[in-house]
């Protein structure tokens, strides 16, 4: 069974500071992996993923995560938040013909 | 852009009703999916629903659930005799056929029981 870890429920940074979201998974296989953010009252929308390939990926508003097998992590970082980065991301894991399992969340507070 | 449409934004029913919560799909996608989201809880996955059946589904997804795709465009969630716990908001997501693909996910349904 697979299963996807999100380390820190909250994360709080200043605006212009490294935001580090921490994932774990557990899979059997080498699954895909896939970051997704949900601003207030809104539904979930995806910020990056990976499949095959190269283990840095790049997604939109600035963000990138990178895949290492061998701590089964796939963290997201962004060099220097923004205000308007404040929202709820979810790590979610897929193998081949399963559906998205997704981790418990991380809500991003960001300060000025 | 093509996008996934909820309908209602929010359902409101008397614990003990039947309600069903209404999804198009982006239109050359095949594989559909439901989700829900607790409030202050992560998204959990109920059901996938391929070919016309379904191919997987989570332990939530017991016989108070069932998933139709009336027609080419439609895929409704239904969910007899609601009990308070059912409280939540209700994603449908749909997904091309390569494999590689992700799944796109609608704005939700606001589902409260009363």
């Known amino acids: 069974a697979q299963s996807v870890t999100q380390l820190g429920s909250h994360v709080s940074v200043s605006e212009g500071a490294l935001v580090l979201l921490r994932c774990n998974y557990s899979?059997?296989?080498?699954?895909?992996l896939f970051w997704y953010v949900q601003y207030p009252n809104q539904g979930l929308q995806l910020l990056l993923k990976?499949?095959?390939?190269?283990?840095l990926v790049k997604g939109i508003n600035g963000f990138e995560a990178e895949f290492k097998k061998s701590e089964t992590s796939f963290h997201l970082t962004k060099p220097s938040a923004h205000m308007s980065d404040a929202a709820e991301y979810f790590c979610?894991?897929?193998?081949?013909?399963?559906?998205?399992?997704f981790g418990k969340g991380t809500t991003l507070s960001v300060s000025s | 852009e093509p996008e996934v449409t909820q309908t209602p934004s929010h359902q409101v029913t008397q614990m003990g009703q039947e309600v069903i919560l209404r999804c198009v799909p982006i239109?050359?996608?095949?594989?559909f999916y439901w989700y829900r989201q607790i409030l202050g809880q992560k998204v959990e996955f109920l059901v996938s629903?391929?070919?016309?059946?379904?191919?997987?589904k989570s332990e939530i997804f017991d016989d108070q659930f069932s998933v139709e795709r009336p027609d080419g465009s439609n895929f409704t969630l239904k969910i007899r005799s609601t009990k308070l716990e059912d409280s939540a908001m209700y994603f449908c997501?749909?997904?091309?056929?390569?494999?590689?693909?992700?799944?796109?996910f609608g704005q939700g349904t606001r589902l409260t029981v009363v």
């Open positions: 899979s059997s296989v080498p699954p895909y």
């Open positions: 629903f391929y070919n016309n059946e379904i191919s997987e």
């Open positions: 990976y499949t095959t390939g190269a283990t």
């Open positions: 239109s050359n996608h095949l594989y």
């Open positions: 979610a894991v897929r193998q081949a013909g399963t559906a998205l399992i």
């Open positions: 997501a749909s997904r091309g056929t390569g494999e590689l693909s992700e799944a796109f």
